[in-house]
């Protein structure tokens, strides 16, 4: 009998739901024996994968022990392996393999896997997925490059286009393919376009700049020079130039210390905030003790509550004791976020502020149970050490 | 009685067109799902943080695990927590007001003392007793407070935690050592985002040895193994599908990393309600919408979350119950995102879909199982209808169960064997005699509670994960 009589006629409504009862079922079975064809497919592609492994690790450890000033049994070895190659599938397997054995070692022994990983038939494949327009492709093309040891200009040029593309993944991996590169000039050219994007997070930029200094080229100077010209381009996004003045900090180029000290003395209130915020950040970083009066002359009045949270953390880790003043009147700020950091930071200039901590008054009660609070872990500590 | 048929007539339409519509709903998300997965796992190589690591710029965590009679699992999902492999992070356990040893387990085995830290109250909770500090391991901080159930908990943490990122987890649960690493791409991709969540997995059946997963299985009983095949659909489908439209209605209590400041400004996690995690959630989209602030919050099926689910019939009813009231709560105080243009694809996507699937859905079903009785009962439809129907709402809800366990198979395939493929296939069909009706019960009990203003969260009792405690 059919439920639906003022919709559809009962002769339909039969065929209709056993129509549907049948598809309901084919496509269960189908689901159900995919997953389970799947499973079996995978099984024997890993089983696949080890076997190749096992085949081509004795041929790479032998390419491994060989000086690569003997060409001809480089060139044989090499021939070896590209021989076992007959699939996409065992290029995966390579390189995987390479990439594994890469993560292990170090030094020569490293080079020779990345000079490997350039062998023919990966290279055209991984080559070829760069002028794609898929973003995996372009992603998994770039991730090649990342590894290999590679100075053709035509790879260059497929690239560097690549960071302009829409996906910020693209971008992240073009850049990083561009930075294996131990021509400084190319890499900092990589990082200025970079830079010109928006809408990169803080730590991605960062981790591009840590992959900009190849720790594998010793190229400090000419990077600084490359950085400053970055750093000094108006044209480029401040909130970058921002994170690139933290980041040579970060990672210690000591060169540009003085550099961003004069920066600081050129600056002005009207000045992006941003910039300022990372200069203070930076002058910590490099504890650049003598920056602290600058700091305080420039910055204490600053309107922005980030720059004179900043100022409070960077104070306390400049350690210079002429500052606690300036932090004893920060400790009555009119934002909660600078008094507590204010009361952190004197607490580390070690004795005189923990003295000052001490004989505080006049703040609010709060403010007065953090630093109790600090100080009675202080001497918790002490008690410690003492014992 | 021609009346009754006539009205049975049009009501048996409306539960098909009903029907119709939500299974035409999950199959569109299962499309996207699954195809917004797989390109997922083809981009997880590129943040491979060799530089960022070493420096001090990346967003530390806080992780906050609150512990309300946990003796069975603390020692060891505490010692899980503390083998993360993350540069630095703090873990912040909030001891509830617990009236077994879960405080005294912790304080003997990880040397605690108790330490004088003021804090500021930015947002308010119940009293803290004490906090402590261990002496074996400095990232280590335990709060004992009084018990104010886990959203109250959850806030003292927050009040604590010194980093950025803050990860609220259950203190019966155990991350996989790389789950901040794969959490924190989210924040990388996107300096919006301000909140992750994570998968959730059945711990049940697996072994756990020193705070870390030994080796994969399926749970032994028939309810934990319905259960592994119900959090596949909720998170490879729902969640994954949600994220792709941008439209994520609510991150698992269980597992989830937000931006501590967002969190803050939003007001932290609301102490009257059973479903903090999903109110949370709709809170810091209200807030992001009406400040007209862009923000994400997303959700990755990559970092897992390993948790123990009830096997009893009794204990697994009142957490769904708890969870019906929770969603209902939710939806009902943020009802003015419903149709709201101001809230885009939430306001005529995601809502409308709670409203009518999730929290009515029990309703719908319940009568409509009457109405086809009643339809049989007085010969308004033959019995070859009636299986015919019933033949029809098992294969769809049978079918979109296997895909997601095809989608386990084409991603991550966390299980290791054929055997368990075969079991999961097996238990997706299985699931729709007894099991979904009974579910739909406990659902349809959880919404009338709420409507009679039952609040409480009901016991979960745990038996531990862990065999090396």
Partial sequence: MNPFPHIIADEIARNFVLVVLIVLLIMSTFLVLTAIILRKKHERDEAYRLRKKEELYPLMLNYLDLDPGDRKAVEKAESDIIKRLKTARDLEVIEDLCLEIMYNIAGAEKLKLRQLLLIQPLYTQRYRQLKSWKVENLIQGCLYFVNVINQRSNVLEQIFPLIENRSVLVLHTAASAIFAYDDVVTRGRALKQVCMRTGISEMALLELVYKFHNKEFDQMDEEVSELIGIISDRSVPNVNRGVIIKSVADIGYATMADYLHDMISGMHDTDNGVIANSLIHAMGRFEYTDAAGLLTEKFSSSPDVAIRETLADTLGKLGNTASIPVLIGMT???????????????????????????????????????????????????????? | MEFIREFLAWFNSGILVYFIMLNVTYIILVTISFFYVRNQLKRKKVYDLTGLFTSKLYLPVSILAPAYNEEANIISSVRALLQLEFPEFQVVVINDGSTDGTLQMLIDH????????????????????????????????????????????????????????????????????????????????????????????????????????????????????????????????????????????????AFGIFDRRAVMRAGGYLHDTVGEDMELVMRLHHYYRIKKIPYK?????????????????????????????????????????????????????????????????????????????????????????????????????MILSLASVLCEEFTFRRYPKTKHVLILSLYAFFENFGYRQMHTWWRLKGLFDFVRGRREWGDMERKGLDSST
């Fill in chain 1, 332 to 387: 009555a700020d009119n934002d909660f976020g600078v008094r507590v950091r204010a009361v952190y930071a004197l607490a580390a200039l070690g004795k005189p502020g923990y003295e000052a901590l001490r004989h505080m008054e006049g703040t609010e009660d709060e403010i007065q149970r953090i630093a109790a609070s600090i100080i009675a872990q202080l001497e918790t500590g002490k008690n410690k050490t003492e014992k």
């Fill in chain 2, 110 to 253: 990880y040397k605690l003392n108790k330490v004088d830290k003021y804090y500021p109250l930015i947002i308010n909770h119940q009293p803290v007793n004490d906090v402590y500090e261990s002496e074996l391991f400095p990232e280590l901080t335990v709060i004992d407070k009084k018990n104010g159930r886990k959203a109250d908990a959850l806030n003292a943490g927050l009040n604590i935690a010194r980093h950025d990122l803050v990860c609220s987890i259950d203190a019966d649960s155990i991350l996989e050592p790389d789950v901040l690493k794969k959490m924190l791409r989210a924040f990388m991709e996107d300096e919006e985002t301000v909140a992750v969540g994570g998968i959730v997995r059945v711990a049940n059946g697996c072994t756990f040895s020193q705070g870390r997963i030994q080796k994969i299985d399926t749970p032994k009983s028939f309810l934990g193994r319905i259960q592994v095949v119900e959090y596949l659909r909720a998170f490879l489908f729902g969640r994954v599908g949600w994220d792709y439209l941008n439209s994520l209605l609510i991150i698992s209590g």
């Fill in chain 2, 297 to 397: 919050i997303r959700f990755l099926a990559e970092p897992v979350c390993w948790t123990e689910v009830p096997e009893d019939v009794a204990t697994l009813s009142r957490q769904r119950n708890r969870w019906q009231r929770g969603l209902v709560d939710s939806l009902w105080r943020h009802r003015r995102m419903m149709f709201n243009p101001k809230y885009g694809r939430l306001g005529f996507l995601a809502m409308p879909f709670f409203v009518i699937f999730e929290m009515l859905g029990p309703v719908i079903e319940f009568l409509g199982w009457i109405a086809i009785l009643v339809a049989l009962l007085i010969g308004a439809i033959s019995w070859p209808f009636f299986f015919a129907f019933l033949a029809a709402a098992v294969f769809l809800g």
